[in-house]
C-alpha cells in the first residue's frame, strides 16, 4: 500500500517563507509522480495550487512554487499572508490510473 | 461557466445504496478524465475512482472495489458514483474532480461536494 507524507503542521510568519514536502513511505518522488499541490479551508472544496511538479494552476499567485527537493515533492510559499492559513494536500499519480492524497499539512500563519 | 456540480447525497442506512450525480458544464466534457473523490469528517480527502475520457478504462481505489461503480454520459455532460453496501465509514462529502489535460494527472476543477451521510 501506498503512503504519502507529508508534515502535521507548520507554523509561518506573515512575511515568512515556508516549504512543505510531500514523500513516499517507501522510495522516491520525482516528477514521473506528477506531484500535485492542493489548498483547503475548512467548508470549501480544495483549490488547485501546483500540477506536474511546478506548473502554476490559472490564477495561483506566483508565491506558490512547486519543486523536487531531494527525494520528496515541495510546494514553497514565499511572503506567506493571514489568508494561506490553510490545510495543504500534496497528491502523487502512483501509475495505472491510481492516485493517493498525503495526509495534509495544517499551516498556521501567526 | 465552468463548474460541477454534485448532487445526490443524503442519509441512508447502512447496506443501502445511493446513486451520486455530477453536472460537468463551460468545458468540453468528452475530452475530459473524471473522478471522485470524498473527504470523511475532519479527515483528508482521499481519491476513490476515475474514469478515462473514452469512457472504458475506469480505476478504483482497493478499498472502494466491488462497492463503488463510477460512468459517464458524455451527451449528457455527467458523471454518476454508484455506491453500494454503504457503510458508517463511507460517511463523507464526495467530490467530483476533473482531470487536467491529456499529459497531466492531476485534479483541476471540483465540485462544492454533496454530503453522503451513513447512519442507523
Known amino acids: 500500500q501506498t503512503v504519502v507524507t507529508q508534515e502535521p503542521s507548520f507554523s509561518v510568519s506573515p512575511g515568512g517563507t515556508l516549504t512543505l514536502t510531500c514523500g513516499l513511505s517507501?522510495?522516491?518522488?520525482?516528477?514521473?509522480?506528477?506531484p500535485s499541490w492542493y489548498q483547503q479551508t475548512p467548508g470549501q472544496a480544495p483549490r488547485t495550487l501546483i500540477y506536474?511538479?511546478?506548473s502554476r494552476s490559472s490564477g495561483v499567485p506566483d508565491r506558490f512554487s512547486g519543486s523536487i527537493l531531494g527525494n520528496k515533492a515541495a510546494l514553497t510559499i514565499t511572503g506567506a499572508q493571514a489568508d494561506d492559513e490553510s490545510d495543504y494536500y500534496c497528491?502523487?499519480?502512483?501509475?495505472?490510473?491510481?492516485?493517493?492524497f498525503g495526509g495534509g499539512t495544517k499551516v498556521t500563519v501567526l | 461557466q465552468v463548474q460541477l456540480v454534485e448532487s445526490g447525497g443524503g442519509v441512508v442506512q447502512p447496506g443501502e445504496s445511493l446513486r451520486l450525480s455530477c453536472a460537468a458544464s463551460?468545458?468540453?466534457?468528452?475530452?475530459?478524465?473524471m473522478h471522485w473523490v470524498r473527504q470523511a469528517p475532519d479527515k483528508g480527502p482521499e481519491w476513490l475512482a476515475s474514469?478515462?475520457?473514452?469512457?472504458?478504462?475506469?480505476f478504483y481505489v482497493d478499498s472502494m472495489k466491488g462497492r463503488f461503480t463510477i460512468s459517464r454520459d458524455d451527451s449528457k455532460n455527467m458523471l454518476y458514483a454508484q455506491m453500494d453496501g454503504l457503510r458508517p465509514e463511507d460517511t463523507a462529502v464526495y467530490y467530483c474532480?476533473?482531470?487536467?489535460?491529456?499529459?497531466?494527472?492531476?485534479?483541476?476543477?471540483w465540485g462544492q461536494g454533496t454530503l453522503v451521510t451513513v447512519s442507523s
Open positions: 474532480a476533473k482531470g487536467g489535460r491529456i499529459g497531466t494527472f492531476y485534479f483541476d476543477l
Open positions: 463551460g468545458f468540453t466534457f468528452t475530452t475530459c478524465a
Open positions: 474514469v478515462w475520457s473514452d469512457g472504458t478504462r475506469k
Open positions: 517507501s522510495g522516491s518522488v520525482s516528477s514521473k509522480s506528477y
Open positions: 506536474n511538479t511546478n
Open positions: 497528491v502523487l499519480y502512483v501509475g495505472s490510473g491510481i492516485w493517493v
